[in-house]
């Protein structure tokens, strides 16, 4: 909230998932020794989280690292622990630009329980890919033909597909297939549909090299390796933060008299002062809490930024077969919904229907470790 003083400064985290557990670590390596995080649940990690169904590693939150190359912070810790697989870790692996898409080996099925083929399919693909290419295209030439990513795909998409593709019943299906790909797509960006990803914008999401991966161990193995290198009474668990007091007067004293600027006050009623609160809730709490959670509220700019940011829902579910109905180098398996030729990324009603706003399912290796 300003910049820091000195080494004796008091310094509160909210939060501890990988954001709040890396500012601790970078703040203590850098000889600060008053750091404390409040956690709100009984556990770390926050939304990286490793669970296991049967004998597989499944991983409930963060799965990828993307763009695993020497600029990715991530990359680069999971790599000093030695936590990837020497393939992950490779030059090669490293240097392969994917733009954000990795080129996973597909099975495509129909929702009339058809297997569709690499010939039918691949023409929407590269179709698909040109449209977001082109998207990403308008940040550098500062022009908005229309205001959404989704708008754009959805409206060349029709028009090119009318004129490249004659016959009616491929085209519906390579339609439909653009709809799955747009609903991947949104899981990608992180949105409930790509109508709400200004196009102007789109460009400005920088991708770094490197073919995604994951860890052999589970992501959570990340997380626990981090902790290992903070002292262990540094986090206070199942301490919800109900209020930053920050304004600046003098707010408290800690046992040796000295007073400070901030306040923070839990749900318990505890409350611990500090110079500096480093904040890392989710959007989404900040968006709900953020009248209460600070006192004063935040300078308007700041409010009118947290209200106007968006996000999606990313949702995980973990499904079992006693034998693959897939090839066996299969790495996604493809929904296309016959009846989704007119490019849709929502469905009209997620309570029923919310089947159709999958675009499919990625397939799990067998865990080696
Ligand atoms: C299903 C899913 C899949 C994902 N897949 C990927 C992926 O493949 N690759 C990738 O890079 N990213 C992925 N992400 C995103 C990634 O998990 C997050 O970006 C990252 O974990 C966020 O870390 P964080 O520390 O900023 O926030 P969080 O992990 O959300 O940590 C915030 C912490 O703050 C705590 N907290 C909240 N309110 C309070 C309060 N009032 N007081 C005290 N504590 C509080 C929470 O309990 C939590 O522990 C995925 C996310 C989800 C949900």
């Known amino acids: 909230m300003a910049f820091l003083q000195g ?18 670590q970078k703040l203590l390596n850098h000889g600060f020794h008053n750091v404390r995080i409040l956690e ?10 490793t669970g296991r169904l049967g004998k597989k590693i499944v991983e409930i939150g963060a799965n990828w690292i993307h763009g695993p190359s020497q600029e990715n912070p991530v990359f680069r810790l999971a790599c000093q622990y030695n936590l990837l697989d020497p393939e992950s870790m490779s030059e090669e692996n490293q240097a392969m630009d994917i733009g954000g898409h990795p ?26 890919v040109s449209l977001t290419e082109e998207c990403q295209d308008f940040h550098a030439s500062g022009r908005e033909p229309v205001p959404s990513v989704g708008q754009y795909i959805k409206r060349e998409a029709r028009r090119r597909a009318a004129e490249l593709w004659d016959d009616a019943a491929t085209r519906d299906l390579r339609l439909a297939t653009m709809s799955m790909l747009l609903k991947l797509e949104c899981c990608i960006s992180g949105t409930h549909t790509m109508d709400d990803v200004g196009l102007g914008a789109f460009g400005m999401y920088k991708t770094l090299p490197g073919l995604d991966c994951t860890f052999p161990g589970g992501y959570e193995g ?17 301490r919800p933060v109900k209020c930053i007091h920050w304004n600046n007067s003098v707010q408290g004293a800690d046992s040796s008299g000295r007073t400070f600027p901030v306040l923070v006050e839990c749900e ?47 949702n995980k579910i973990f499904v079992e077969f006693e034998q693959p109905f897939w090839d066996p180098d299969c790495e996604s398996i493809y929904f296309v919904w016959e009846d989704e030729a007119d490019l849709v990324d929502v469905v009209p009603d997620l ?19």
């Open 7 to 24: 080494l004796d400064s008091h310094i509160i985290i909210v939060g501890c998932g990988i954001s709040g557990i890396g500012a601790a």
């Open 40 to 49: 709100a649940t009984g556990r770390c990690g926050g939304r990286i989280r």
């Open 103 to 128: 080129p996973f080996v597909p099975n495509w099925f129909s929702s009339s329980g058809k297997r569709l083929g690499p010939e039918l399919m691949l023409p929407a693909t590269s179709l698909f």
């Open 222 to 238: 990340l997380i626990s390796c981090m902790m290992n290198e903070l002292p262990k009474d540094v986090v206070s668990f199942n």
């Open 268 to 314: 318990n009623g505890e409350s611990f002062p500090a110079d500096h609160v480093i904040l890392t809730v989710p959007l989404g709490y900040l968006k709900r809490h953020q009248a209460t959670l600070l006192s004063p509220p935040l300078p308007l700019p700041k409010v009118h930024s947290i209200q106007r940011m968006g996000f999606g829902t990313n």
């Open 351 to 369: 309570q029923t229907s919310w089947i159709k706003k999958l675009f499919g399912f990625t397939v799990l290796k067998p865990t080696e470790r």
